[in-house]
T-cell receptor, first 117, second 111 residues
Framework: ETGVTQTPRHLVMGMTNKKSLKCEQHLGHNAMYWYKQSAKKPLELMFV???????ENNSVPSRFSPECPNSSHLFLHLHTLQPEDSALYLC????????????????FGPGTRLLVL | KQEVTQIPAALSVPEGENLVLNCSFTDSAIYNLQWFRQDPGKGLTSLLLIQSSQREQTSGRLNASLDKSSGRSTLYIAASQPGDSATYLCAVYFSWGKLQFGAGTQVVVTP
């Protein structure tokens, strides 16, 4: 496997279910990100991790709970979601947190298409 | 608050025509600007990244320009092909770790 992988690729869940999304990066990067992409709307940054520490939580509801056990893996735990949470969830990584003049670019995974019924 | 707008939201052109995609941002205090491509149901692929000190970047048939003072970037794709059909996203780096995206332009190139 190379790059950034995400599993599952598709997920259907009920509002009372608990599920987890997994992201793995094989690039040796130190920073990882979760984004939400809803139909016809810009990508929204949800969480940022640097060296396994959360450095950004963009006013995301507590029904989304991230976990970063090591620099290669990032999880998004889901519980009691709402239908409006249906979206494409994208994971990304970069060598380090972008710092001003750095030319860091983020590498994206293919996403998990989530449908909440 | 940084806002990024992409116009048009959708575009259909016959094969061979040049594509012009526009991106505007409200706060000119950006660092870098990046153009991505997204195919249906897939993640994002980086096309071009322009540093704030640069005015353009080129890669093959792609050319992106940046005018910070007017808050605009334009992506040109020369001699379009059906394989160029995708959604093109513009994103600006305006703070550490923060990338603000536009909603994208959906492009269809017809044979």
């Amino acid at each position: 496997e190379t790059g950034v992988t995400q599993t599952p690729r598709h997920l259907v869940m009920g509002m009372t279910n608990k599920k987890s999304l997994k992201c793995e990066q094989h690039l040796g990067h130190n920073a990882m990100y979760w984004y939400k992409q809803s139909a016809k709307k810009p990508l929204e940054l949800m969480f940022v991790y640097s060296l396994e520490e959360r450095v950004e939580n963009n006013s995301v509801p507590s029904r989304f709970s991230p976990e970063c056990p090591n620099s290669s893996h990032l999880f998004l735990h889901l519980h009691t979601l709402q239908p409006e949470d249906s979206a494409l969830y994208l994971c990304a990584s970069s060598q380090d947190l972008w710092q001003g003049a750095s030319l860091e670019t983020q590498y994206f995974g293919p996403g998990t298409r989530l449908l909440v019924l | 608050k940084q806002e990024v707008t992409q116009i048009p939201a959708a575009l259909s052109v016959p094969e061979g025509e040049n594509l012009v995609l526009n991106c505007s941002f409200t706060d000119s205090a950006i660092y870098n600007l990046q153009w991505f491509r997204q195919d249906p149901g897939k993640g994002l692929t980086s096309l071009l990244l322009i540093q704030s000190s640069q005015r353009e970047q080129t890669s093959g048939r792609l050319n992106a320009s940046l005018d910070k003072s007017s808050g605009r970037s334009t992506l040109y794709i020369a001699a379009s092909q059906p394989g160029d059909s995708a959604t093109y996203l513009c994103a600006v780096y305006f703070s550490w770790g923060k990338l603000q995206f536009g909603a994208g332009t959906q492009v269809v190139v017809t044979p």
